[in-house]
Every structure is written in C-alpha cells, then in structure tokens.
C-alpha cells in the first residue's frame, strides 16, 4: 500500500466561477505539477467535462474522478463521486429532471462552457448551473448512492452554502461518506477531507488529502473512506 | 397576541402542529441560515423561512420558538410535520413571500 495526494474538488470552465483558464488540459497539466495523484472534476450541477478530464488523465498518468458538486434545495453543497461513466451519465439525468432552469447571466455570474480535446466550445449552457436543485438533501444523498456514488457535503465549515451554516448541524439520518472541510478537522464524527475547491489553476492542490491505497481509484478512495482493509485517511490528521 | 390570532389575520394555513396554536407570539425573526436562527432568535419569536428540512423544527425547539411560518408556498416534508406535532410548536404556511409576511407580522406585533 502507498500514500497517495488527491484533490477531489476542482471546477474547470464549466461552473460560471471557473476562470476560462480551466481547461481540462490545464487542470490535469497543474495537478501534474503539485504532485497530485488523483483528481476530481467537481463542476455545479453538472459532470459534462468528466469523460475528457478522464481521458486526459490516463493519458497523463493520472487518476481523474467523475464528480459534480450538487446543491440541494438547502442550498447546501455535496460533492458527489461517481464510480464510472455510465453511473454519471445517469445521475446527470437525476440532475436535469430536478434542475430549476433559472436564467443565466454570463456578464454577471461568468460564461458556462463545454469544450472538445481542442480546446474548441462545443456547447453553452444558458441555464445558471449552481442553482438549488428541486430535491433536498435527503434525496441528493439516495440519489448518489443508487448511483453507487460517493456523498460528500461539501466546505461544511464555511458560513453559508455548506450544511452546517445551512441546515445548523448534520441530521442524523443522511448516509455520509465524509465531510469535506476548509480548516481543522476539529471533532467531526465523520471521515473528514480536505480539497482546494479551485476556480482558478494557481488554487488547484492548495488543500488535498493523502490516503494510504493499493492504487489510485474510486474502489480505493470508497474503501479508505470506509478504513477498509488497511486503506485510509491520513491527512488531515485527526 | 397567540398563534391562533396571526393565523386569523394573516390568513395562514396550518400544516401542523395544532397542539400550539394557543402560544404566545413575542415578536419574529426571518432568515433562512439555520445557524444563524440558532444564535438569534428569540424565545417566543415566530420565525418566517423558505427552508422546510426536518432541521428546522430542531431549531425551533432549541430557541424556544412559538410558530415556523414556511413562506412562497412552500410545502414542509411530513417528516418536518411530524417532528412539529411531536413538539406541538406550530408549522404555518403563505403564499406570500418572506418580505410581505415579515411586513404584515410587523405592523401586527412590531
């Protein structure tokens, strides 16, 4: 087993705070750079850059998870991890039948962009991607894990747009893989991890987490989550 | 002024929480960051939010309040409703928004 750093939280030129600097070919070229060996591609709502993230990655030898960054009707924020293509195209069709459709506004809120392996726009979403889905929390969670994904609520430790300014404090009955936080880990009973939550290239790797695995990959993460034979969280240190 | 008067008045639906009807209302509060209703409000407060999670009745017992009023229609879960039965602390409803219930409240209790 070996250490390994991962950054499972960064947005590319999709989400409309992503800078138009993050391409996928820039994102795996930074991550690449900051020794990470695993990534994820965490854009609002929507997973549209996921199998180009990952084909780049194999090319560059690194590990790119599938992943979106949901917010529920709480407006509270959830990484959610998916195992593989096919699972996220099917929780991004949970997505678009929950999805609000509010107007966006490119010259306020920043352009919302799908590009090709060429760096060419191949689609604009002309909806506000970071809008509160119309499913709350529970059913983001549900939804993740019939997908066989991973339930991270995210930056749980910022004022607003996290579940404990949101909601007050975690409910006892979500089914949470871990909890993603901005500073200390403090005496949070679930697994806690630590992403950078970048929108622009110099952020990305800014905070990450080691964990001991065979390899990798989304079966190990899920295990190191879960401390499953030997796997685990190392950093942050509780 | 009790629950049952505003509810009168400000023509709101009850959606649970019967057993509270006849609390005494010392004033309102209107925000929807759980964490902030948590350290702000005050006992015996109605509280107007768009926020319908189960939480939200945790925190109302936690401060003590006399009524949730769940503004723009919204509709709280059964589990929310539940959890205000058991509590007897009044869930209320409007198809008003935040700001027109906040200004009707006020001009009543203010």
Known sequence: MK???????????????????????????????????????????????????????????ITVLRAAEVTSAEDVHSLVILPDEASTRSFQQWIDSRCA????????????????????????????????????IDEVES??????????????????????????????????????????????????????????PEHIGRRFSEYLLENPSFTELAKALRSEGGRQIIHPER | MKVTDIVEKLGLKVWSGHEG?????????????????????????????????????????????SAVIISCGEKPGDDTMAQSNEEGIPVLGSDLSTFGLSGRLYTLIG
């Open chain 1, 101 to 136: 459709y509010l107007p966006h506004n490119p010259v306020i809120f920043g352009d919302q962009v799908v590009i090709d392996r060429n760096e060419h726009i191949i689609r604009e979403i002309t909806y506000f991607l970071p809008a509160a889905l119309k499913a709350s």
């Open chain 1, 3 to 61: 250490r390994f750093r991962a950054d499972l939280h960064i947005h590319s030129l999709l989400s409309p705070c992503g800078s138009l600097e993050m391409s996928p070919r820039e994102i795996i070229s930074r991550a690449r750079s900051k020794g990470l060996d695993m990534i994820a591609v965490s854009d609002h709502n929507s997973t549209w850059h996921c199998e180009l993230m990952v084909a780049l990655g194999l090319e560059a030898g």
């Open chain 1, 143 to 200: 939804a993740a894990h019939r997908h066989g994904g991973l339930f991270i609520p995210a930056h749980i430790d910022r004022p607003a747009m996290g579940i404990l300014g949101q909601l007050g404090f975690i409910p006892d009955d979500l089914y949470i893989d871990a909890v993603e936080v901005v500073g200390n880990p403090g005496d949070i009973l679930y697994p806690v991890i630590r992403n950078s939550d970048a929108h622009i």
């Open chain 2, 21 to 65: 009807l006849g609390k005494e209302i010392t004033g309102g509060y209107a925000s929807d960051l759980l964490s902030d209703v948590m350290g702000h409000a005050g006992a015996g407060n109605a509280w107007i939010t768009i926020q319908t999670h189960r939480n939200v009745m945790a925190i109302a017992s936690l401060r003590d309040l």
